[in-house]
């Protein structure tokens, strides 16, 4: 795993709620795309025993997110402005493989595709996210 990756990540664990959650394990990245296993435990089921659909866009929040955030080496800090999901079929408590394909970015908006796969590779969820994108230094800058 890239250093820079692996530091950003460290920081999603050590620092947001979901981070921890997920338990992201890096699997490929290229221009524009990303590829994570992520892990649904427990507590993101719903009372039918399969994944709720918000802890699955919660996942795609974060997956397409943390590629904006890499591909600006940490300089800049996506905030949502539309998360639009689909569920195409359940997911179940385990580990499972999430993408992000960066569609459009501009110098102040962008939009990027999610994915979730089971394990069999089937499509379970897709989200498209449209976030406005900040300077990171700002941001902390403001708290």
């Known amino acids: 795993m890239n250093v820079l990756f692996k ?8 620092n947001g709620g979901t981070g921890k959650l997920f338990k992201f ?4 990245y290229h221009d524009g795309f990303l590829k994570l296993e992520g892990e649904f435990p427990k ?8 994944i709720q ?8 929040d974060d997956v397409t997110s943390l590629l904006i955030i890499y591909e600006s080496e940490g ?16 997911l179940f ?9 960066i569609l459009k970015k501009g110098k102040s908006i962008a939009t990027v595709l999610g994915k979730i796969y089971n394990l069999d590779g089937k499509l ?7 976030m406005v994108l900040s300077k990171a230094e ?6």
């Open 7 to 14: 530091k950003i990540l460290d920081f999603h664990k050590n």
């Open 53 to 60: 659909g918000g802890m699955m866009n919660s996942m795609l």
């Open 75 to 90: 300089s800049i800090y996506p905030n949502s402005t539309n998360l639009h999901s689909i569920h195409h079929r359940p």
């Open 93 to 101: 408590k385990g580990r499972v493989i999430a993408t992000a394909e």
């Open 43 to 50: 507590q993101t089921l719903n009372p039918g025993g399969s």
């Open 124 to 130: 379970a969820t897709t989200l498209i996210h449209t």
């Open 138 to 143: 700002k941001r902390s800058k403001s708290r």
């Open 25 to 28: 394990k890096f699997l490929e």
